[in-house]
């Protein structure tokens, strides 16, 4: 395998667990080994999580960043493009864009940009600084990927991007990990409740203030107190780390309901914990193209999930699940409670859900499409996924 094969680096502020992340993983473990080398570039540092792309041939390098302006990182990140000397830099998030002036500057052939999301200090994408910064990097960044057409019309729209430079492509799911658990009862190891005898409703994310589990916490309350009937068989189970942990268990002790939920901390099973679910809720502040409604949605699960960012490109209301206001605690206790009472409805949801990650969110059309991109950055001819060739126009 000749080592002319074009080098991606792909920049990230930390690789570790996290839907984009997750999604740098997909993309590496199912691109054309023939065609692509890969490097992970992590501006802070590179986790155990690279244990999860499974090519030997990648190579991963943290750059320990210091708190601070970007600008004192820029040597460091010359000094990468120099050392590994990449055919194309593709930098994901606000955090990770002052990567694309040392690469313009080390004459980097391809300069990639993709928003993924918003944080928790832009949740609007009105933070008129985050903005400025943007636009300071524009000139050295060729092209840039939105991950939804909400992440594509700020870039356009807000920063001012021209509609030419910009490249909508949507996350895939790997429809064969994560697919319905069937006519078998599937249970979640190590947890207390189980799928028939009770109703598990479930989340899985990193545990911070951006993904709001406190709302879904909140929620799962209300709904047994509006609903006691429900106390018999509602179960809750919110799998992931971080600050939001320690709060949403308070949330459920103080109502008394702690019994009545499983927090396991950080799972990897996750598309086992999926299929063990009979409700998949996302309660986010902000999102751009979740990674894990699609996993949801590929597991044959209705979803309940608040209608910001691309969600409701991924969701369609009334026919794959429901999509509530964000921060809305009734609102998604009213939700829990309609799915909870119709069990035709999960089922109907939960059908039509998996048709359309079949259809139009699969991973051979996420690979196919940065395919294309990184070809066309290049001038190199795609590849012809339909043949296994490269097509010759």
Known sequence: MSERRPLVVHLLFRFDTGGLENGVVNLINHMDASRWRHAVVAMTEVTEFRRRIQ????????????????????????????????????????????????????????RIHGEHGRDMDDVDGLNRRNRLTRRFYSPFVQRYVALSRDLGGYLENAVGIGSQRIHQIYNGVDTDKFLPRGAAVASIEGCPFQSGPQLLVGTVGRMQSVKDQLTLARAFVLALQQQPGLRERLRLVMAGDGPLRAQAAQVLAEA?????????????????????????????????????????????????????????????????????????????????????????????????????????????????????????????????????????K
């Open 256 to 392: 008394g309901m702690s019994d009545l939920a499983y927090l396991p901390g950080e799972r990897r099973d996750v598309a086992e914990l999926m299929r063990g679910l009979d409700v998949f809720a996302l309660p986010s502040l902000a999102e751009g193209v979740s990674n894990t409604i699609l996993e949801a949605m590929a597991c044959g699960l209705p979803v309940l999930a608040t209608r910001v960012g691309g969600n409701a490109e991924l969701v369609e209301e009334g026919r794959t699940g429901l999509l509530v206001p964000s921060a809305d605690a009734p609102a998604m206790a009213a939700g829990l409670i309609r799915l909870a009472q119709d069990a035709a409805l999960r089922a109907d949801f939960g059908q039509a859900g998996r048709q359309r990650v079949e259809q139009r969110f699969s991973l051979r059309a996420m690979v196919a499409a940065y395919d294309a991109l990184y070809s066309q950055a290049l001038g190199r001819p795609p590849l012809d996924l339909e043949h296994g060739l490269r097509t010759t």
């Open 55 to 110: 090519r030997e041939d990648v190579q991963f390098l943290g750059l320990n960043k210091p708190p601070g302006p970007g600008v004192l990182q820029w040597g460091a990140l010359y000094r990468m493009c120099r050392e590994l000397r990449p055919d194309i830099v593709h930098s994901r998030n606000l955090a990770a864009l002052e990567g694309q002036l040392p690469a313009w500057l080390a004459r980097v052939p391809a």
